[in-house]
């Protein structure tokens, strides 16, 4: 019986640094397609969280010498491995980085006005503390706000020396929890000028647009869940 012998062409060996698949087909590796300093990023982030080369080495499967010439831009990684050194680091960094919280961004120094109160007096208040909004709070329960944009229209009036806060009450703002996550604040500060923060139901703190920026300042509120 002939035996029917089959060679493998030259078209299916593998190239440097590919495979030869389960077909037999020839697989050419994919290079990292971006410049150095996506690599340059990979290493200032493994030592701002303490991880040593042998650890990140370990975690994708690869020798500590050939990440630690990959760091030094001396040879080219895959695109693969590229990408499971970023998810490494960014499951890394989503363990050790808490959530900011809305405790974390409120301004403790709580201004607020009774509904009684004169409009002047309100007036007085926004300008003495710098204020743009302010909760109105009558018996420590929150009853509506005042903004800027309502006491000046109010202001504007022939009665406005006799008009009270009360008379140009606009919506209570929300009010949360101190551990409420700051990443769910845009959208809620999209719609009202400020949120408070209350615990156990006594009122601790104020949560501005301004105090979101701050915030936001080289912070990032979303974090990856760690995997």
Known sequence: ???????????????????????????????????????????????ALG??????????????????????????PSYELVQRLLGYLETQEGLTTPKLTV??????????????????EAAQRMESGGYSQLPVVDDGRVVGSLSE????RALGQPTARRARVRDVLETAYPV???NFPADLLPPVLGRYPAVLVAHRGELRGIVTKADLIRGLRGTPLHRKPAA
């Open 103 to 120: 405790g974390d961004l409120m301004s403790r120094s709580l201004a607020s006005i009774g509904s009684a109160s004169l409009l002047v």
């Open 51 to 76: 991880i040593s080369l042998g650890d990140i080495a370990r975690a994708v499967g690869r020798s500590d010498a050939t990440l630690s010439r990959i760091e030094r831009g001396q040879i080219r």
């Open 176 to 178: 949360v929890d101190e």
């Open 149 to 152: 944009s309502a006491l000046l």
């Open 1 to 47: 019986m002939a035996v029917r012998v089959h060679y493998l062409s030259d078209r299916r060996k593998p190239r440097p640094g590919g495979h030869v698949g389960a077909n037999g087909m020839a697989y050419a590796r994919r290079v990292f397609p971006g410049n150095m300093d996506t690599l340059t990023e990979i290493r200032r982030r493994r030592l």
